[in-house]
C-alpha cells in the first residue's frame, strides 16, 4: 500500500480554472503539508496541518488553501490559475514529537497554459 | 530566514565516492535530512541526523555534521549509476509546535559516469 498518494499525477488546465489537488496518507501521521517545486527543482514549503493549527506560508496567494475533511487527507484548492502555478506540489505527512521525518508523496505536475 | 545552499551539479565515476555538501546558517537547526529524487519521482528521505550528533553512518552513506561551521555533507561509499539523482539537504529549526516545516537547499544533481 503506498503511505502517501496524490491524485491527480499530471493536471493540465487554462488560466483562470479553479482546481483541486488531494493527498491520502494511510500512515496515521497527525501533521501534512504541502510543498511546491518550480521548474528549478527549488522546493518550498506552502502549508503545514494538523488538527490543532494550519500555518501558512507568507509567500502563498490567498488563491490556494488547504482543506482537510478528516486526518487522512489534507487537499489543495487553488483558485483562478495562473502560469506562475505550473510546478510539481509534494504533500508530505509527519508524526509530532522527536525527529518528525516527513514522508512525501510522488508529486502532482500541474501544467496551467 | 533560514538559508540552505548547495552546489549545483557533481560528478563522479563510478565506484568513487561521492561527497556532497551543504550549509545552512539557522543556528537553531535541530534535524538536518538528506533527501533523494530521481526523475519524475517524489522525494525519499535517505537519512537525518540530530544536531548534537557529529557522524551518522547507514551502510554505504556517511553523513557529517560541523555545527560549528553549519556544515553538512553526505559521502556516498562506491557510487553506483543507480545513484544519480537529485540530492536535496534540508533542515528544520527548533520549534514548540506541533508541525515543523523543512527549508530545503536547491538540491545537487548527481551524475554517476560508467
Known amino acids: 500500500d503506498t503511505a502517501v498518494s496524490q491524485t491527480p499525477k499530471y493536471l493540465v488546465t487554462q488560466m483562470g480554472n479553479d482546481k483541486s489537488i488531494k493527498c491520502e496518507q494511510n500512515?496515521?501521521?497527525?501533521?501534512m503539508y504541502w510543498y511546491k517545486q518550480d521548474s528549478k527543482k527549488f522546493l518550498k514549503i506552502m502549508f503545514s496541518?494538523?488538527?490543532?493549527?494550519?500555518?501558512i506560508n507568507e509567500t502563498v496567494p490567498n488563491r490556494f488553501s488547504p482543506k482537510s475533511p478528516d486526518k487522512a487527507h489534507l487537499n489543495l484548492h487553488i483558485n483562478s490559475l495562473e502560469l506562475g502555478d505550473s510546478a510539481v506540489y509534494f504533500c508530505a505527512t509527519s508524526t509530532s514529537g522527536g525527529e518528525e521525518t516527513q514522508y512525501f508523496g510522488p508529486g502532482t505536475r500541474l501544467l496551467v497554459l | 530566514g533560514e538559508d540552505v545552499e548547495q552546489s549545483l551539479f557533481l560528478s563522479v565515476r563510478e565506484g568513487d565516492s561521492s561527497v556532497i555538501n551543504c550549509t545552512y546558517t539557522?543556528?537553531?537547526?535541530?534535524?538536518l535530512y538528506w533527501y533523494k529524487q530521481e526523475p519524475g519521482a517524489g522525494l525519499q528521505l535517505l537519512t537525518y541526523i540530530f544536531s548534537n550528533m557529529d557522524m551518522k553512518q547507514d551502510q554505504r552513506l556517511t553523513v557529517l555534521l560541523n555545527k560549528k561551521d553549519k556544515h553538512l555533507s553526505l559521502r556516498i561509499a562506491d557510487t553506483q549509476t543507480g545513484d544519480s539523482a537529485i540530492y536535496f539537504c534540508?533542515?528544520?529549526?527548533?520549534?514548540?509546535?506541533?508541525?515543523?516545516?523543512?527549508?530545503f537547499g536547491s538540491g545537487t544533481q548527481l551524475t554517476v559516469l560508467p
Open positions: 539557522d543556528s537553531s537547526s535541530t534535524y
Open positions: 500512515l496515521g501521521h497527525d501533521t
Open positions: 534540508a533542515e528544520t529549526p527548533h520549534s514548540s509546535g506541533s508541525a515543523r516545516q523543512l527549508t
Open positions: 496541518y494538523n488538527n490543532k493549527e494550519l500555518i
